[in-house]
């Protein structure tokens, strides 16, 4: 099945900087790829989502690469905020397997 | 519009208990999906639903574990003789149902409920 690592842990950056979670995956058939921000106590909430068809995709100050030949995948947040703080999931499917495999989570904290 | 719901938001039970979580999807949304979420991991697939039927059950861990859905919508969870090892945060998730290359599929959670089980 699919195995979703997710770098770093634990990431600390100043505020109006910039912040890069990685991940890779296993499974060459999974085309899907969303990320996850989830703050404590509530259930995690898609920020951005792109399909292999493409190499990247951006939504203001967030955006996502993906190269499929060395499966991996990254989340890019600009000008960080202090609301930017929280954990973030990575996560892949394919679309003929709609269960989503998960990262580990990364806690992401914006230092004001 | 109204997000996917779920109930309790947290459910504290004794050991050998049986317990029921109920999830909400969003209107209109074919696709249900079950995860499980310990302590500082990510959700753990458990089972999705396509209208009523369960269409992947795979990732139920045991024979305790067993959800439904009857009319396509409010979906339950339910863990028999429940053991300390179930404590985690059940998250309900649902979707318009299969993606494409253009769209579509997208899972949406909900709160979740917390489980303890003492």
């Known amino acids: 099945g699919e195995n979703v690592e997710q770098h770093p842990s634990t990431l600390s950056v100043q505020e109006g900087d910039s912040a890069v979670i990685k991940c890779t995956y296993s499974d060459s058939a999974s085309n899907y790829f969303p990320w996850y921000k989830q703050e404590l106590g509530k259930g995690p909430q898609l920020i951005i989502d792109?399909?292999?068809?493409?190499g990247e995709k951006k939504d203001q100050r967030i955006a996502v690469t993906l190269n499929k030949t060395a499966k991996h995948f990254s989340l890019h947040i600009t000008e960080t905020q202090p609301e930017d703080s929280a954990v973030y999931f990575c996560a892949a499917r394919n679309f003929g397997n709609e269960k989503l495999t998960f990262g580990t989570g990364t806690r992401l904290t914006i230092i004001p | 519009g109204a997000g996917v719901s779920q109930t309790p938001s947290n459910k504290v039970t004794e050991k050998g208990k049986y317990v029921e979580l109920r999830c909400d999807p969003i209107s209109g949304h074919t696709a249900l999906y079950w995860y499980r979420q310990s302590l500082g991991q990510g959700p753990e697939f458990l089972i999705y639903?396509?209208?009523?039927?369960?269409?992947?059950d795979s990732g139920l861990p045991n024979d305790r574990f067993f959800a439904v859905r009857p009319e396509g919508s409010v979906s339950t969870l339910k863990i028999q003789r429940t053991e300390r090892g179930d404590s985690a945060v059940y998250l309900c998730a649902s979707s318009l149902g299969r993606g494409g290359w253009t769209s579509g599929g997208e899972q949406y959670f909900g709160p979740g409920t917390r489980l303890t089980v003492t």
């Open positions: 792109i399909r292999s068809n493409v």
């Open positions: 639903f396509q209208g009523t039927g369960a269409a992947d």
